[in-house]
């Protein structure tokens, strides 16, 4: 029996999904040489971004800002608080909320990792104008995508 060939839709390199991922993949890897001198990973990396923003969040919020679980964000959080960058602390008045802050040696990291975004410019070969306009089209996608029920 001859297999009809696959219809051009059904493609992997037609597929924008697959496109995102391996994008996301490539992205991600070339992170891993700016932040090994660091000795953070790439989702703890985020996690300090949000912090050197705004310290002091509980866990529920840093969630909220990364779009992760606490079931995701607690090993994280526990693996920083080992390396000494952030403290972890139950509030009194709820047990169930969890502040964390930067530690000095975490507030300090930040100007060692003020080279990171510059350097990831140069390993995309993108304009910083180039940079915006992608990020901007891709966060415009992210709200369509968490506003649009998703159907069956």
Request: hydrophobic content about 40%; overall charge neutral; aromatic content about 4%.
């Amino acid at each position: 029996m001859k297999r009809k060939p696959t219809p051009n839709h059904l493609l992997l390199d037609q597929q924008l999904c697959f496109a995102l991922y391996a994008a996301s993949r490539s992205v991600t890897g070339l992170y891993r040489p700016l932040l090994e001198p660091l000795g953070l990973t790439y989702p703890q990396y985020l996690v300090m971004l949000v912090l050197w923003e705004q310290d002091g969040l509980t866990v529920r919020e840093l969630g909220q800002r990364l779009q992760l679980d606490s079931g995701t964000l607690t090993p994280l959080l526990k693996r920083l608080q080992a390396a000494g960058l952030v403290d972890r602390q139950r509030r009194t008045e709820d047990e169930r909320e969890v502040d964390i802050r930067l530690t000095d040696a975490g507030l300090a990291l930040r100007d060692q990792a003020s080279d990171v975004p510059k350097c990831m410019a140069q390993r995309l070969q993108l304009s910083l104008e180039q940079m915006q306009t992608l990020r901007d089209e891709l966060k415009r996608m992210t709200r369509q995508l968490q506003l649009s029920p998703i159907e069956d």
